[in-house]
Protein backbone atom coordinates (compact mmCIF):
# COMPACT_ATOMS: atom_id res chain seq x y z
CA UNK A 1 0.00 0.00 0.00
CA UNK A 2 1.31 3.22 -1.09
CA UNK A 3 1.46 6.29 1.57
CA UNK A 4 0.34 8.83 -0.95
CA UNK A 5 -2.32 8.13 -3.37
CA UNK A 6 -3.16 10.17 -5.91
CA UNK A 7 -6.75 9.18 -6.59
CA UNK A 8 -7.22 9.43 -2.96
CA UNK A 9 -6.03 12.56 -3.39
CA UNK A 10 -9.01 13.13 -6.52
CA UNK A 11 -11.30 11.66 -4.30
CA UNK A 12 -10.56 14.66 -1.85
CA UNK A 13 -10.77 17.61 -3.99
CA UNK A 14 -13.81 16.44 -5.26
CA UNK A 15 -15.43 15.80 -1.81
CA UNK A 16 -14.02 19.67 -1.48
CA UNK A 17 -16.12 20.53 -4.77
CA UNK A 18 -19.15 18.73 -3.66
CA UNK A 19 -19.34 20.18 -0.27
CA UNK A 20 -19.70 23.67 -2.11
CA UNK A 21 -22.61 22.95 -3.26
CA UNK A 22 -24.20 20.61 -0.47
CA UNK A 23 -23.32 24.03 1.68
CA UNK A 24 -24.88 25.87 -1.04
CA UNK A 25 -28.29 23.87 -0.68
CA UNK A 26 -28.23 23.88 3.11
CA UNK A 27 -27.45 27.55 3.17
CA UNK A 28 -31.30 28.19 1.55
CA UNK A 29 -33.22 25.08 3.63
CA UNK A 30 -31.17 26.57 6.74
CA UNK A 31 -32.08 30.16 6.37
CA UNK A 32 -36.12 29.27 5.76
CA UNK A 33 -36.00 27.11 9.07
CA UNK A 34 -34.18 29.71 10.81
CA UNK A 35 -36.42 32.65 10.00
CA UNK A 36 -39.77 30.74 9.61
CA UNK A 37 -38.96 27.88 11.94
CA UNK A 38 -40.34 24.90 9.14
CA UNK A 39 -38.04 22.25 7.96
CA UNK A 40 -39.43 22.08 3.48
CA UNK A 41 -38.54 18.40 3.02
CA UNK A 42 -39.34 19.27 -0.58
CA UNK A 43 -36.70 21.62 -1.30
CA UNK A 44 -34.79 19.70 -3.63
CA UNK A 45 -37.86 19.00 -5.33
CA UNK A 46 -37.82 23.27 -5.83
CA UNK A 47 -34.20 22.55 -7.15
CA UNK A 48 -35.39 19.69 -9.55
CA UNK A 49 -38.19 21.78 -10.73
CA UNK A 50 -35.62 24.35 -11.39
CA UNK A 51 -33.28 22.04 -13.11
CA UNK A 52 -36.76 21.04 -15.57
CA UNK A 53 -37.44 24.77 -16.33
CA UNK A 54 -34.00 25.42 -17.67
CA UNK A 55 -34.05 22.30 -19.91
CA UNK A 56 -37.44 22.78 -21.27
CA UNK A 57 -36.72 26.74 -21.97
CA UNK A 58 -33.19 25.93 -23.56
CA UNK A 59 -34.23 22.70 -25.27
CA UNK A 60 -38.10 23.42 -25.99
CA UNK A 61 -38.03 27.31 -26.39
CA UNK A 62 -34.91 27.13 -28.09
CA UNK A 63 -33.55 30.17 -25.49
CA UNK A 64 -29.79 30.86 -24.88
CA UNK A 65 -28.56 29.16 -21.76
CA UNK A 66 -27.77 32.23 -19.83
CA UNK A 67 -31.36 33.40 -20.33
CA UNK A 68 -32.71 29.86 -19.37
CA UNK A 69 -30.49 30.04 -16.42
CA UNK A 70 -31.65 33.22 -15.20
CA UNK A 71 -35.48 31.95 -15.81
CA UNK A 72 -34.27 28.84 -13.51
CA UNK A 73 -33.28 31.07 -10.80
CA UNK A 74 -36.31 33.72 -10.61
CA UNK A 75 -39.02 30.52 -11.15
CA UNK A 76 -37.92 28.84 -8.24
CA UNK A 77 -37.81 31.76 -6.26
CA UNK A 78 -41.15 32.36 -7.10
CA UNK A 79 -41.99 29.23 -6.72
CA UNK A 80 -40.71 29.30 -2.68
CA UNK A 81 -43.03 32.47 -2.35
CA UNK A 82 -45.81 30.55 -3.72
CA UNK A 83 -44.98 27.25 -1.17
CA UNK A 84 -45.03 29.84 1.49
CA UNK A 85 -48.17 31.72 0.29
CA UNK A 86 -50.31 28.42 -0.43
CA UNK A 87 -48.85 25.91 1.76
CA UNK A 88 -46.97 26.88 4.68
CA UNK A 89 -49.25 29.84 5.63
CA UNK A 90 -52.07 28.24 6.18
CA UNK A 91 -50.40 25.38 8.75
CA UNK A 92 -47.79 28.09 10.46
CA UNK A 93 -50.02 27.77 13.91
CA UNK A 94 -50.36 23.82 13.75
CA UNK A 95 -48.24 21.24 14.83
CA UNK A 96 -44.65 21.68 13.91
CA UNK A 97 -44.81 17.66 12.58
CA UNK A 98 -47.71 18.97 10.53
CA UNK A 99 -45.45 21.42 9.24
CA UNK A 100 -43.04 18.70 8.12
CA UNK A 101 -45.58 16.69 6.45
CA UNK A 102 -47.43 18.80 4.45
CA UNK A 103 -44.30 19.91 2.66
CA UNK A 104 -43.80 16.19 2.23
CA UNK A 105 -47.10 15.94 0.34
CA UNK A 106 -45.48 18.39 -1.84
CA UNK A 107 -42.56 16.43 -2.80
CA UNK A 108 -44.80 13.69 -3.78
CA UNK A 109 -46.73 16.34 -6.08
CA UNK A 110 -43.86 18.13 -7.53
CA UNK A 111 -41.95 14.68 -8.52
CA UNK A 112 -45.39 13.28 -9.60
CA UNK A 113 -46.07 16.33 -12.02
CA UNK A 114 -42.56 16.34 -13.35
CA UNK A 115 -43.41 12.46 -14.11
CA UNK A 116 -46.20 13.43 -15.74
CA UNK A 117 -45.10 16.05 -17.65
CA UNK A 118 -41.47 14.92 -18.84
CA UNK A 119 -41.95 11.22 -18.04
CA UNK A 120 -39.31 9.23 -16.40
CA UNK A 121 -36.68 9.30 -18.97
CA UNK A 122 -32.84 10.89 -18.16
CA UNK A 123 -32.96 14.29 -19.88
CA UNK A 124 -29.79 16.53 -20.11
CA UNK A 125 -29.46 19.63 -21.50
CA UNK A 126 -26.94 18.74 -23.90
CA UNK A 127 -24.26 20.70 -22.57
CA UNK A 128 -20.72 19.10 -21.51
CA UNK A 129 -17.75 21.20 -20.09
CA UNK A 130 -14.82 19.92 -20.05
CA UNK A 131 -12.38 18.39 -17.47
CA UNK A 132 -9.42 20.07 -17.04
CA UNK A 133 -6.39 18.08 -16.13
CA UNK A 134 -4.00 19.42 -12.99
CA UNK A 135 -1.10 16.81 -13.17
CA UNK A 136 -2.66 13.29 -12.90
CA UNK A 137 -5.54 14.47 -11.70
CA UNK A 138 -8.61 15.21 -13.47
CA UNK A 139 -11.19 17.40 -12.37
CA UNK A 140 -14.34 18.44 -14.08
CA UNK A 141 -14.97 21.55 -15.26
CA UNK A 142 -18.68 21.86 -14.19
CA UNK A 143 -17.77 21.07 -10.76
CA UNK A 144 -15.09 23.83 -10.51
CA UNK A 145 -17.43 26.23 -11.71
CA UNK A 146 -19.93 25.26 -9.32
CA UNK A 147 -17.68 25.38 -6.79
CA UNK A 148 -16.78 28.88 -7.75
CA UNK A 149 -20.52 29.93 -7.77
CA UNK A 150 -21.82 28.44 -4.80
CA UNK A 151 -18.43 29.81 -2.75
CA UNK A 152 -19.74 33.50 -3.74
CA UNK A 153 -23.33 32.86 -3.55
CA UNK A 154 -22.44 32.60 0.12
CA UNK A 155 -20.69 35.06 0.38
CA UNK A 156 -23.49 37.56 -1.13
CA UNK A 157 -26.28 35.96 1.47
CA UNK A 158 -24.03 36.50 4.13
CA UNK A 159 -23.72 40.25 3.41
CA UNK A 160 -27.25 40.93 2.42
CA UNK A 161 -27.65 39.33 5.89
CA UNK A 162 -25.50 41.84 7.72
CA UNK A 163 -25.06 44.61 5.51
CA UNK A 164 -28.66 45.84 4.43
CA UNK A 165 -31.82 46.48 6.49
CA UNK A 166 -33.92 43.80 5.03
CA UNK A 167 -31.41 41.12 5.82
CA UNK A 168 -30.70 42.65 9.23
CA UNK A 169 -34.86 42.26 9.34
CA UNK A 170 -34.46 38.75 8.54
CA UNK A 171 -31.82 38.03 11.23
CA UNK A 172 -33.85 39.98 14.04
CA UNK A 173 -37.16 37.98 13.44
CA UNK A 174 -35.11 34.78 13.70
CA UNK A 175 -34.19 35.49 16.83
CA UNK A 176 -36.92 36.66 18.29
CA UNK A 177 -40.29 36.48 16.68
CA UNK A 178 -42.44 37.78 19.18
CA UNK A 179 -41.07 41.01 19.85
CA UNK A 180 -40.31 42.12 16.08
CA UNK A 181 -43.67 43.04 14.89
CA UNK A 182 -43.73 45.32 17.92
CA UNK A 183 -40.57 46.69 16.19
CA UNK A 184 -42.32 47.63 13.05
CA UNK A 185 -41.40 44.93 11.22
CA UNK A 186 -44.29 42.91 9.22
CA UNK A 187 -43.43 39.26 9.83
CA UNK A 188 -45.18 38.37 6.74
CA UNK A 189 -43.30 40.54 4.03
CA UNK A 190 -40.15 38.77 5.53
CA UNK A 191 -41.21 35.08 5.76
CA UNK A 192 -42.04 35.66 2.00
CA UNK A 193 -39.29 37.33 1.30
CA UNK A 194 -36.98 34.64 2.95
CA UNK A 195 -38.75 31.90 0.90
CA UNK A 196 -37.82 33.66 -1.81
CA UNK A 197 -34.54 33.86 -1.63
CA UNK A 198 -34.16 29.86 -0.49
CA UNK A 199 -35.87 29.29 -3.48
CA UNK A 200 -33.76 31.65 -5.70
CA UNK A 201 -30.78 29.72 -4.06
CA UNK A 202 -32.12 26.44 -4.99
CA UNK A 203 -32.84 27.62 -8.04
CA UNK A 204 -28.86 28.79 -8.45
CA UNK A 205 -28.21 25.25 -7.16
CA UNK A 206 -30.37 23.60 -10.26
CA UNK A 207 -28.32 26.10 -12.83
CA UNK A 208 -24.85 24.43 -11.11
CA UNK A 209 -26.24 20.73 -11.34
CA UNK A 210 -27.83 21.09 -14.53
CA UNK A 211 -24.01 21.20 -15.93
CA UNK A 212 -23.18 17.83 -14.21
CA UNK A 213 -26.33 15.35 -14.11
CA UNK A 214 -28.67 14.22 -16.07
CA UNK A 215 -32.19 15.33 -14.71
CA UNK A 216 -34.68 12.79 -13.88
CA UNK A 217 -38.24 13.34 -11.44
CA UNK A 218 -36.28 11.43 -8.66
CA UNK A 219 -32.99 13.75 -8.62
CA UNK A 220 -34.01 15.42 -5.52
CA UNK A 221 -34.46 12.31 -3.73
CA UNK A 222 -30.84 11.92 -4.40
CA UNK A 223 -29.33 15.64 -2.75
CA UNK A 224 -32.82 15.85 -0.13
CA UNK A 225 -32.15 14.06 2.37
CA UNK A 226 -28.50 14.65 2.20
CA UNK A 227 -29.37 18.71 2.29
CA UNK A 228 -31.35 18.42 5.80
CA UNK A 229 -29.25 16.43 7.08
CA UNK A 230 -26.01 18.64 6.78
CA UNK A 231 -28.67 21.32 8.08
CA UNK A 232 -29.68 19.12 11.04
CA UNK A 233 -25.72 18.14 12.18
CA UNK A 234 -24.68 22.08 11.92
CA UNK A 235 -27.80 22.50 13.94
CA UNK A 236 -30.71 23.73 11.79
CA UNK A 237 -30.96 27.15 11.69
CA UNK A 238 -27.34 28.12 12.09
CA UNK A 239 -25.87 28.73 8.98
CA UNK A 240 -21.94 28.64 10.14
CA UNK A 241 -22.89 24.87 11.29
CA UNK A 242 -24.52 23.92 8.59
CA UNK A 243 -21.46 25.42 5.90
CA UNK A 244 -18.55 23.26 8.15
CA UNK A 245 -21.37 20.03 8.33
CA UNK A 246 -21.58 20.20 4.06
CA UNK A 247 -18.08 19.87 3.52
CA UNK A 248 -17.87 16.85 6.43
CA UNK A 249 -20.78 15.27 4.49
CA UNK A 250 -19.06 15.72 1.63
CA UNK A 251 -15.82 14.16 2.25
CA UNK A 252 -17.49 11.17 4.08
CA UNK A 253 -19.31 10.55 0.67
CA UNK A 254 -16.28 11.13 -1.52
CA UNK A 255 -13.09 9.31 0.51
CA UNK A 256 -15.78 6.70 1.97
CA UNK A 257 -17.03 6.20 -1.67
CA UNK A 258 -13.62 5.96 -3.44
CA UNK A 259 -12.33 3.21 -0.45
CA UNK A 260 -15.53 1.08 -0.48
CA UNK A 261 -18.20 1.42 -3.24
CA UNK A 262 -20.25 4.47 -3.88
CA UNK A 263 -23.10 3.83 -1.60
CA UNK A 264 -21.04 3.14 1.25
CA UNK A 265 -19.90 6.42 1.36
CA UNK A 266 -23.44 7.17 2.00
CA UNK A 267 -23.96 4.80 4.35
CA UNK A 268 -21.15 6.10 6.35
CA UNK A 269 -22.30 9.68 6.09
CA UNK A 270 -25.63 8.99 7.40
CA UNK A 271 -24.41 6.74 10.00
CA UNK A 272 -22.15 9.88 11.12
CA UNK A 273 -24.76 11.85 11.45
CA UNK A 274 -26.67 9.13 13.39
CA UNK A 275 -23.99 8.87 16.03
CA UNK A 276 -23.29 13.02 15.83
CA UNK A 277 -26.94 13.29 16.60
CA UNK A 278 -26.23 11.20 19.83
CA UNK A 279 -22.93 13.25 21.00
CA UNK A 280 -24.01 16.73 19.62
CA UNK A 281 -27.91 17.24 19.08
CA UNK A 282 -27.40 20.84 19.29
CA UNK A 283 -25.43 20.70 15.97
CA UNK A 284 -21.62 20.82 15.76
CA UNK A 285 -21.04 24.03 16.28
CA UNK A 286 -23.16 24.65 19.56
CA UNK A 287 -21.56 25.52 22.37
CA UNK A 288 -23.38 25.82 25.96
CA UNK A 289 -23.84 29.08 27.06
CA UNK B 1 -65.18 4.87 24.02
CA UNK B 2 -66.41 1.88 22.55
CA UNK B 3 -70.17 1.05 23.17
CA UNK B 4 -72.27 -1.50 22.28
CA UNK B 5 -73.63 0.12 19.07
CA UNK B 6 -70.31 0.28 17.82
CA UNK B 7 -69.18 -3.28 18.76
CA UNK B 8 -71.96 -4.77 17.02
CA UNK B 9 -71.46 -2.55 13.63
CA UNK B 10 -67.59 -3.71 13.84
CA UNK B 11 -68.38 -7.37 14.54
CA UNK B 12 -70.93 -7.17 11.31
CA UNK B 13 -67.97 -5.56 9.25
CA UNK B 14 -66.00 -7.86 10.68
CA UNK B 15 -68.19 -11.09 9.16
CA UNK B 16 -68.89 -9.46 6.74
CA UNK B 17 -65.25 -9.37 6.09
CA UNK B 18 -64.42 -13.02 6.69
CA UNK B 19 -66.92 -14.03 4.30
CA UNK B 20 -65.68 -11.80 1.46
CA UNK B 21 -63.36 -15.05 -0.57
CA UNK B 22 -66.39 -17.51 -0.79
CA UNK B 23 -68.34 -14.89 -2.71
CA UNK B 24 -67.25 -15.16 -5.81
CA UNK B 25 -64.98 -12.07 -6.56
CA UNK B 26 -62.35 -13.14 -8.56
CA UNK B 27 -59.06 -13.01 -7.71
CA UNK B 28 -57.98 -9.40 -8.44
CA UNK B 29 -60.22 -8.66 -6.06
CA UNK B 30 -59.57 -10.59 -3.31
CA UNK B 31 -55.92 -9.37 -3.74
CA UNK B 32 -56.63 -6.08 -3.65
CA UNK B 33 -58.41 -6.86 0.06
CA UNK B 34 -55.41 -8.71 1.02
CA UNK B 35 -53.21 -5.55 -0.03
CA UNK B 36 -55.59 -3.43 1.56
CA UNK B 37 -55.49 -5.42 5.00
CA UNK B 38 -51.52 -5.73 4.89
CA UNK B 39 -50.96 -2.52 4.60
CA UNK B 40 -53.58 -1.38 7.04
CA UNK B 41 -51.77 -3.93 9.26
CA UNK B 42 -48.05 -2.10 8.52
CA UNK B 43 -49.91 1.60 9.08
CA UNK B 44 -51.70 0.62 12.40
CA UNK B 45 -48.51 -0.59 13.64
CA UNK B 46 -47.04 2.79 12.66
CA UNK B 47 -49.94 4.55 13.98
CA UNK B 48 -49.09 2.90 17.67
CA UNK B 49 -46.23 5.25 17.84
CA UNK B 50 -47.15 8.16 15.11
CA UNK B 51 -50.71 8.96 17.33
CA UNK B 52 -48.57 9.42 20.87
CA UNK B 53 -46.50 12.53 19.30
CA UNK B 54 -43.62 10.08 18.25
CA UNK B 55 -42.88 10.84 14.01
CA UNK B 56 -41.06 8.21 12.58
CA UNK B 57 -40.11 8.35 9.12
CA UNK B 58 -38.03 5.23 9.58
CA UNK B 59 -40.58 2.58 9.68
CA UNK B 60 -38.89 1.37 6.32
CA UNK B 61 -36.21 0.32 8.02
CA UNK B 62 -37.71 -2.47 9.87
CA UNK B 63 -40.05 -3.26 7.24
CA UNK B 64 -37.21 -3.84 4.80
CA UNK B 65 -35.07 -6.00 7.61
CA UNK B 66 -38.65 -8.17 8.04
CA UNK B 67 -38.84 -8.61 4.11
CA UNK B 68 -35.08 -9.20 2.92
CA UNK B 69 -34.43 -11.15 6.14
CA UNK B 70 -36.35 -13.96 5.68
CA UNK B 71 -35.86 -13.89 1.58
CA UNK B 72 -32.14 -13.78 2.25
CA UNK B 73 -31.88 -16.81 4.73
CA UNK B 74 -34.24 -18.78 2.57
CA UNK B 75 -32.34 -18.38 -0.64
CA UNK B 76 -28.59 -19.05 0.73
CA UNK B 77 -29.16 -21.79 4.11
CA UNK B 78 -32.82 -22.86 3.23
CA UNK B 79 -33.76 -21.24 6.72
CA UNK B 80 -37.74 -21.65 6.98
CA UNK B 81 -39.58 -18.64 6.84
CA UNK B 82 -40.99 -18.73 10.06
CA UNK B 83 -37.97 -19.16 11.71
CA UNK B 84 -36.21 -16.41 9.75
CA UNK B 85 -39.09 -14.48 11.08
CA UNK B 86 -38.07 -14.86 14.44
CA UNK B 87 -34.49 -13.62 13.91
CA UNK B 88 -35.74 -10.67 11.91
CA UNK B 89 -37.66 -9.64 14.99
CA UNK B 90 -34.87 -10.08 16.84
CA UNK B 91 -32.42 -8.31 14.25
CA UNK B 92 -35.26 -5.44 14.20
CA UNK B 93 -35.75 -4.91 18.72
CA UNK B 94 -32.29 -4.38 18.60
CA UNK B 95 -32.14 -2.11 16.02
CA UNK B 96 -35.20 -0.20 17.66
CA UNK B 97 -33.26 -0.30 21.00
CA UNK B 98 -30.41 1.40 19.61
CA UNK B 99 -31.34 4.00 17.87
CA UNK B 100 -34.51 4.73 20.32
CA UNK B 101 -32.35 4.84 23.38
CA UNK B 102 -29.72 7.64 23.18
CA UNK B 103 -33.09 9.48 21.21
CA UNK B 104 -35.00 8.92 24.03
CA UNK B 105 -32.41 9.67 26.83
CA UNK B 106 -31.24 12.78 25.27
CA UNK B 107 -34.71 14.10 24.46
CA UNK B 108 -34.17 14.29 20.58
CA UNK B 109 -38.07 14.95 19.62
CA UNK B 110 -40.40 16.58 17.04
CA UNK B 111 -38.00 17.59 13.74
CA UNK B 112 -34.95 15.85 15.49
CA UNK B 113 -36.56 12.24 16.00
CA UNK B 114 -38.48 12.55 12.65
CA UNK B 115 -34.80 13.25 10.40
CA UNK B 116 -32.70 11.07 12.58
CA UNK B 117 -35.11 7.77 12.01
CA UNK B 118 -35.47 9.18 8.38
CA UNK B 119 -31.44 9.01 8.30
CA UNK B 120 -32.14 5.05 9.68
CA UNK B 121 -34.08 3.89 6.71
CA UNK B 122 -31.86 5.20 3.80
CA UNK B 123 -29.10 3.64 5.84
CA UNK B 124 -30.97 -0.10 5.02
CA UNK B 125 -32.22 1.06 1.50
CA UNK B 126 -28.18 1.77 0.85
CA UNK B 127 -27.01 -1.06 2.62
CA UNK B 128 -29.22 -3.21 0.23
CA UNK B 129 -28.55 -1.80 -2.67
CA UNK B 130 -24.81 -1.67 -1.66
CA UNK B 131 -24.78 -5.48 -0.63
CA UNK B 132 -25.86 -6.60 -4.63
CA UNK B 133 -23.94 -9.25 -5.06
CA UNK B 134 -26.10 -10.75 -1.72
CA UNK B 135 -29.36 -9.26 -2.50
CA UNK B 136 -29.49 -8.45 -5.83
CA UNK B 137 -29.02 -4.27 -5.66
CA UNK B 138 -32.16 -2.50 -7.46
CA UNK B 139 -33.38 -5.40 -9.29
CA UNK B 140 -34.59 -6.69 -6.40
CA UNK B 141 -35.13 -10.10 -4.96
CA UNK B 142 -37.29 -13.03 -5.69
CA UNK B 143 -37.85 -16.42 -2.72
CA UNK B 144 -37.21 -19.66 -4.62
CA UNK B 145 -40.17 -21.67 -4.92
CA UNK B 146 -40.64 -24.07 -2.21
CA UNK B 147 -43.67 -26.11 -3.21
CA UNK B 148 -43.13 -29.68 -4.54
CA UNK B 149 -45.27 -30.75 -7.75
CA UNK B 150 -48.94 -30.44 -7.30
CA UNK B 151 -48.74 -28.68 -3.32
CA UNK B 152 -50.69 -25.56 -3.42
CA UNK B 153 -49.09 -24.84 0.43
CA UNK B 154 -45.99 -25.25 2.12
CA UNK B 155 -46.06 -24.33 6.16
CA UNK B 156 -41.89 -24.82 5.40
CA UNK B 157 -41.41 -21.95 2.82
CA UNK B 158 -44.41 -20.25 4.02
CA UNK B 159 -45.79 -20.22 0.45
CA UNK B 160 -49.40 -20.70 -0.30
CA UNK B 161 -50.58 -20.32 -4.22
CA UNK B 162 -54.64 -19.94 -3.20
CA UNK B 163 -55.40 -16.72 -1.97
CA UNK B 164 -57.82 -17.36 0.42
CA UNK B 165 -54.77 -18.97 2.74
CA UNK B 166 -53.31 -15.54 2.28
CA UNK B 167 -56.55 -13.84 2.99
CA UNK B 168 -56.87 -15.38 6.63
CA UNK B 169 -53.25 -14.95 7.65
CA UNK B 170 -53.63 -11.35 6.42
CA UNK B 171 -56.90 -10.97 8.26
CA UNK B 172 -55.52 -12.51 11.65
CA UNK B 173 -52.46 -10.17 11.65
CA UNK B 174 -54.71 -7.00 10.91
CA UNK B 175 -57.16 -8.15 13.98
CA UNK B 176 -53.98 -8.51 16.09
CA UNK B 177 -52.94 -4.92 15.32
CA UNK B 178 -56.43 -3.94 16.42
CA UNK B 179 -56.35 -6.20 19.38
CA UNK B 180 -52.89 -4.74 20.50
CA UNK B 181 -54.26 -0.97 20.02
CA UNK B 182 -57.30 -1.53 22.19
CA UNK B 183 -54.66 -3.07 24.95
CA UNK B 184 -52.51 -0.32 24.62
CA UNK B 185 -55.36 1.77 25.18
CA UNK B 186 -56.35 0.41 27.95
CA UNK B 187 -53.28 0.36 29.75
CA UNK B 188 -51.31 2.63 31.76
CA UNK B 189 -48.77 2.86 29.01
CA UNK B 190 -51.31 4.85 26.74
CA UNK B 191 -51.97 7.51 30.08
CA UNK B 192 -48.00 7.33 30.45
CA UNK B 193 -47.25 8.07 26.59
CA UNK B 194 -50.29 10.91 26.64
CA UNK B 195 -48.73 12.80 29.51
CA UNK B 196 -45.26 12.47 27.92
CA UNK B 197 -46.56 13.80 24.52
CA UNK B 198 -47.96 16.83 25.92
CA UNK B 199 -45.22 17.64 28.29
CA UNK B 200 -41.84 15.53 28.92
CA UNK B 201 -40.69 17.46 31.79
CA UNK B 202 -43.93 17.42 33.81
CA UNK B 203 -44.81 13.64 33.36
CA UNK B 204 -40.73 12.89 34.67
CA UNK B 205 -41.97 14.69 37.12
CA UNK B 206 -44.47 12.77 38.69
CA UNK B 207 -42.70 9.97 38.38
CA UNK B 208 -43.05 8.48 34.47
CA UNK B 209 -39.72 6.66 33.55
CA UNK B 210 -39.88 8.44 29.48
CA UNK B 211 -37.41 6.53 28.23
CA UNK B 212 -38.86 3.62 29.07
CA UNK B 213 -41.60 4.34 28.25
CA UNK B 214 -41.49 5.74 24.55
CA UNK B 215 -38.96 2.35 24.46
CA UNK B 216 -41.70 0.17 25.08
CA UNK B 217 -43.94 1.47 22.52
CA UNK B 218 -41.47 1.90 19.87
CA UNK B 219 -40.18 -1.79 19.89
CA UNK B 220 -43.70 -2.60 19.58
CA UNK B 221 -44.28 -0.58 16.71
CA UNK B 222 -40.97 -1.76 14.91
CA UNK B 223 -41.61 -5.64 16.09
CA UNK B 224 -45.31 -5.37 14.44
CA UNK B 225 -43.48 -3.15 11.21
CA UNK B 226 -40.98 -6.26 10.39
CA UNK B 227 -43.46 -8.62 10.82
CA UNK B 228 -45.45 -6.77 7.99
CA UNK B 229 -42.25 -6.91 6.02
CA UNK B 230 -42.17 -10.65 6.25
CA UNK B 231 -45.66 -10.94 5.03
CA UNK B 232 -44.97 -8.77 2.20
CA UNK B 233 -42.06 -10.35 1.03
CA UNK B 234 -43.51 -13.85 1.33
CA UNK B 235 -46.93 -12.61 -0.27
CA UNK B 236 -45.53 -10.72 -3.16
CA UNK B 237 -42.89 -13.17 -3.68
CA UNK B 238 -40.95 -10.41 -4.79
CA UNK B 239 -38.92 -7.79 -2.66
CA UNK B 240 -37.27 -4.29 -4.33
CA UNK B 241 -35.32 -1.80 -2.48
CA UNK B 242 -36.63 0.82 -3.24
CA UNK B 243 -40.75 -0.37 -2.02
CA UNK B 244 -39.73 -1.94 1.06
CA UNK B 245 -36.97 0.47 2.57
CA UNK B 246 -36.18 4.27 2.31
CA UNK B 247 -37.75 7.32 2.05
CA UNK B 248 -40.15 6.46 0.00
CA UNK B 249 -42.03 3.99 1.51
CA UNK B 250 -41.56 5.35 5.12
CA UNK B 251 -43.28 8.62 4.03
CA UNK B 252 -45.74 6.24 2.38
CA UNK B 253 -46.70 4.83 6.15
CA UNK B 254 -46.91 8.09 7.30
CA UNK B 255 -49.42 9.71 4.58
CA UNK B 256 -51.57 6.90 4.73
CA UNK B 257 -51.83 6.83 8.47
CA UNK B 258 -52.82 10.90 8.22
CA UNK B 259 -55.32 10.49 5.20
CA UNK B 260 -57.18 7.69 7.15
CA UNK B 261 -56.90 9.75 10.55
CA UNK B 262 -54.29 8.51 13.36
CA UNK B 263 -56.48 9.03 16.14
CA UNK B 264 -59.26 6.71 15.33
CA UNK B 265 -58.48 2.94 15.30
CA UNK B 266 -59.68 2.19 11.95
CA UNK B 267 -58.31 5.04 10.80
CA UNK B 268 -54.77 3.48 9.24
CA UNK B 269 -57.18 0.66 7.88
CA UNK B 270 -58.92 3.20 5.92
CA UNK B 271 -56.20 5.56 4.62
CA UNK B 272 -54.69 2.21 3.43
CA UNK B 273 -57.90 1.11 1.53
CA UNK B 274 -58.62 5.15 0.26
CA UNK B 275 -54.97 4.83 -1.01
CA UNK B 276 -55.31 1.22 -3.34
CA UNK B 277 -58.83 2.63 -4.14
CA UNK B 278 -57.54 5.89 -5.33
CA UNK B 279 -55.12 4.15 -7.36
CA UNK B 280 -57.64 1.54 -8.77
CA UNK B 281 -60.39 4.32 -10.03
CA UNK B 282 -57.86 6.08 -11.41
CA UNK B 283 -56.15 2.78 -13.47
CA UNK B 284 -59.47 2.46 -14.59
CA UNK B 285 -60.33 5.49 -15.68
CA UNK B 286 -57.43 6.11 -17.54
CA UNK B 287 -55.33 3.24 -18.01
CA UNK B 288 -51.86 3.00 -17.09
CA UNK B 289 -50.78 5.58 -20.01
CA UNK B 290 -50.08 8.69 -17.37
CA UNK B 291 -47.19 7.65 -15.23
CA UNK B 292 -46.95 9.42 -12.02
CA UNK B 293 -50.92 11.06 -11.95
CA UNK B 294 -51.87 9.02 -9.20
CA UNK B 295 -49.04 10.00 -6.70
CA UNK B 296 -49.96 13.60 -8.65
CA UNK B 297 -53.77 13.59 -7.00
CA UNK B 298 -52.22 11.75 -4.01
CA UNK B 299 -49.50 14.52 -3.28
CA UNK B 300 -52.27 17.45 -3.82
CA UNK B 301 -54.61 15.70 -1.64
CA UNK B 302 -52.19 15.14 0.86
CA UNK B 303 -51.54 18.72 1.39
CA UNK B 304 -54.85 19.51 1.40
CA UNK B 305 -55.68 17.01 4.34
CA UNK B 306 -53.46 18.22 6.58
CA UNK B 307 -53.84 21.68 6.17
CA UNK B 308 -57.56 21.45 6.00
CA UNK B 309 -58.48 17.88 7.83
CA UNK B 310 -55.54 16.97 10.15
CA UNK B 311 -57.76 14.38 11.90
CA UNK B 312 -58.00 12.67 8.53
CA UNK B 313 -60.88 11.43 6.62
CA UNK B 314 -62.46 8.79 9.36
CA UNK B 315 -61.15 10.88 11.87
CA UNK B 316 -63.11 14.05 10.80
CA UNK B 317 -66.18 11.87 9.69
CA UNK B 318 -66.72 10.67 13.54
CA UNK B 319 -65.85 13.67 14.28
CA UNK B 320 -68.79 15.14 12.95
CA UNK B 321 -71.55 12.78 13.48
CA UNK B 322 -70.82 12.65 17.43
Redesign the interface.
Known amino acids: MEFFDIFLLEAVLNGLLLGGLLALLSLGLNLIFGVIDV?WISYAELMMVGMYAIYWSHTSLGLPLALCLLFGILGVAALGAAMHWF?IR??LS?????Q???T?????????????IF??DFKNIGVRLPSLMVGDISLSMARLIAFGVAMVAIAATYLFLNRTFAGTAIRAISQDRSIMPLMGVNPERIYLLTSAMGGALAGLAACLLVLQYDIH?AIG?SFG?IT??VC?MGG?GNLLGGFVAAFIFAQLISVGGYV??I??G??LA??F??AM??IR?EGILFRRR | MPHFSSNLKFGALLAALMLAPWLGLGSYPLHLIIMALLLGFIYTSWALMGRLGLVSLGHGAFLGIGAYSVVLLWNQYGVPPLAGALLALAVTVVLALVIGYPCFRFKIVGHYFALVTLALAEVVRLVIVATRDLTGGSLGLTPKPGLSDGATASLWSFQFSNRVVWFYIVLGCWLFSLWVWRKVDQSMLRDALQAISEDEDAAASIGINVTQTKLKITVLSAAMTCLGGVLYAQYQAYVNPDTVSGIGISLQMVFGVIAGGMFVMLGPTFGAVFLLGLQEVLRVLIGNQIHGLDLLIYGALLVFFIIRMPKGILGSWLERKT
Open positions: VIPVAEPINLLVGGVLFFLQALATVGIPLPFLVLYAEWYVFVFIMFP
